[in-house]
């Protein structure tokens, strides 16, 4: 069982930066490939950015791309969510999301792109950006 606790969210002007954490329970969170997705109101849960069990692959939807960026810390069982340049359209409650992976540090073979992909969630973090 892993229990995930995001934090960091708020509110934010337009071109602004937040960061958001998640930290996991449990000793085995190295074997897990961690993501966000986020869910706008009225809209499906969507697919935001994953990273594999130590890092060694990540995964960013087009829509975030050269604006976010995640990393993780294994020591503190914690993976971060650094978002810069904020827009009104990324609004939403984001979500953190983990997929039991083993040993394989691959996102190919270990797909966290899709709602239905993850093994556990956290409760969601508010992010509102302002225009």
């Known amino acids: 069982q892993v229990q995930l606790v995001e934090s960091g969210g708020g509110l934010v002007q337009a071109g602004g930066s937040l960061r958001l954490s998640c930290a996991a329970s449990g000793r085995t969170f190295s074997s897990y490939a961690m993501g966000w997705f986020r869910q706008a109101p009225g809209k499906e849960r969507e697919f935001v950015v994953a990273?594999?069990?130590?890092?060694?692959?990540?995964d960013l939807a087009d829509s975030v791309k050269g604006r976010f960026t995640i990393a993780r810390d294994n020591a503190k069982n914690t993976v971060y969510l650094q978002m810069n340049s904020l827009k009104p359209v990324d609004t939403a409650v984001y979500y953190c999301?983990?997929?039991?992976?083993?040993?394989?540090?691959?996102?190919?073979?270990?797909?966290?792109?899709?709602?239905?992909?993850?093994?556990?969630w956290g409760q969601g973090v508010q992010v509102t950006v302002s225009s």
């Open positions: 990273i594999s069990r130590i890092g060694g692959s990540t």
């Open positions: 999301a983990a997929k039991y992976s083993g040993l394989v540090d691959d996102l190919f073979r270990v797909r966290l792109s899709r709602a239905n992909d993850p093994d556990y």
